[in-house]
């Protein structure tokens, strides 16, 4: 695959390669790999992984449901936050349905020439994602109650 023109030349939209909500199983590494690049000194992902508590309480299972607009949101995000940084690409996704403990419901990786600019743009694409994407979560504990919270705000 033929290597694409610095990233400072392109538009925040061209380097947002990936930014979607899906019911299917997720990978870092596959979010990693799109946005590789020769002039990328520095790849940073996350992954948000089910935990088995929250709050102090054991968790058994969750269910993540979106707002039919959530795709466009998160890619306006994607993009909102590579116009702010403009050295980087991205690749982000979010996954919805029933997840189990150590399922990965969120994947993103974030490109630059330099590490610094690729932590502060992956930390605030995440934070961005978690306070307007909407999408609402439903906790089953392990007590048997459930819960549903919003990943808004």
Known sequence: MRDPAPLTASSADDRVLLARVTLDELSVSACSTLVHRATAGAVVT????????????????????????????????????????????????????????????????VSSAHRAAAFAACAELIDEIKARVPIWKKQDFTDGSSEWVASLG
């Open 46 to 109: 996350f992954e948000g992984v089910v935990r088995d508590h929250d709050d102090g309480r054991g968790v058994s299972a969750l269910e993540y449901e979106a707002h039919p607009s959530a795709t466009e949101v998160i890619r306006a995000v994607a993009v909102d936050v590579a116009s702010r940084h403009p050295e980087v690409a991205i690749a982000v996704e979010h996954r919805t349905g029933p997840l189990t403990i150590g399922d990965v419901a969120l994947a993103a990786a």
